[in-house]
């Protein structure tokens, strides 16, 4: 039987990454996505021992380049059976009154419209072939809003509607459409939101945070369920973590 294949956003980093890897233990295809090209190679590297694997390298805010870079998939990778919306980051944690209007472009521009171009991309061929499952990568920012979290919220607050839409627009065609929504996860995201403050190295002391592996076994897990199981929204927390801005630490 052939292997199914996925396409993984943000496939450079964390929990992209960390999916690809757990993908391909369970024999599944890849399309590998993100800008920094080099890390998409050393990573195909790496899994193309065990699965066939293809890399794509582009931007997600960029329109144009995310619908050509799919459209240039070679015939084997062109049927996509799952895809992982994972791109995307927090920029910044400034209250509304002094927020950065950069960091807020960029959060809306990848987190929300930067998935819907990558899924307006590939969902025509899951309608025309009736099958195929679409997991977005939310937060447990799209469940609840915490202080100067505001736009990085909103934007995961859309993914969440956005999920819920695409679950009933795409019943018709037997696609499963479901969201995970992590807490803490120790990855470059600290990095990113920070960007080269050393608050970014403090994110994660004294508490265990979730593991970008903890989140790839998840999504395994929803990828492998039967046919008629579709699991719709998980919240998934660190132990240590009770929401948002209650935290156990040592
Ligand atoms: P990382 O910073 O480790 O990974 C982010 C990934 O997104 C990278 O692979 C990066 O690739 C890619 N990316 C970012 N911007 C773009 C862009 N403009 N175009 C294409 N790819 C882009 O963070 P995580 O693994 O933690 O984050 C993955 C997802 O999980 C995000 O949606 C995040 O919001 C969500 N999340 C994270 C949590 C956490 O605490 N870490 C908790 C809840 C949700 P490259 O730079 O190479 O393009
Ligand atoms: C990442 C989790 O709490 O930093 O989405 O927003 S949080």
């Known amino acids: 039987m052939k292997n199914k294949i996925a396409l993984i956003t943000g496939a450079t980093s964390g929990i992209g990454r960390a999916t690809a890897h757990e993908?391909?233990?369970?024999?599944?295809?890849?399309?590998?996505?993100?800008?920094?090209?080099?890390?998409?190679?050393?990573?195909?590297?790496?899994?193309?021992?065990?699965?066939?694997?293809?890399?794509?390298?582009?931007?997600?805010?960029?329109?144009?380049?995310?619908?050509?870079?799919?459209?240039?998939?070679?015939?084997?990778?062109?049927?996509?059976?799952?895809?992982?919306?994972?791109?995307?980051?927090?920029?910044?944690?400034?209250?509304?009154?002094?927020?950065?209007?950069?960091?807020?472009?960029?959060?809306?521009?990848?987190?929300?419209?930067?998935?819907?171009?990558?899924?307006k991309a590939i969902i025509p061929g899951m309608t025309a072939r009736q099958s195929g499952h679409i997991i977005n990568i939310g937060s447990s920012a799209g469940k609840e809003v915490y202080p100067n979290g505001n736009v990085y919220c909103g934007s995961k607050h859309a993914v969440l509607a956005i999920t819920e839409g695409m679950r009933i627009d795409l019943n018709p065609y037997g696609i499963k459409v479901g969201a995970i929504n992590p807490g803490l996860v120790e990855t470059e995201f600290s990095k990113v939101r920070f960007k080269g403050d050393p608050i970014a190295d403090t994110v994660y002391n004294g508490f265990h945070a979730l593991q970008a592996q903890d989140i790839a076994e998840i999504i395994y897990f929803m990828v492998s369920r039967p046919d008629h199981v579709n699991i719709a929204d998980l919240l998934v927390f660190p132990t240590a973590q009770a929401n948002s801005t209650t935290v156990k630490k040592n």
């Not at 049927?79 to 919306?85: A, M, Q, V």
């Open 23 to 119: 993908f391909a233990k369970h024999n599944i295809d890849l399309i590998l996505c993100g800008r920094r090209l080099e890390r998409l190679q050393t990573i195909k590297k790496a899994l193309e021992k065990e699965v066939d694997v293809h890399i794509l390298n582009f931007d997600v805010r960029d329109k144009t380049q995310t619908l050509k870079a799919i459209d240039s998939l070679p015939e084997a990778f062109s049927e996509i059976d799952i895809l992982i919306n994972n791109a995307g980051n927090a920029h910044g944690l400034d209250p509304i009154q002094t927020g950065n209007l950069d960091d807020w472009d960029a959060m809306m521009d990848i987190n929300v419209k930067g998935l819907l171009y990558v899924s």
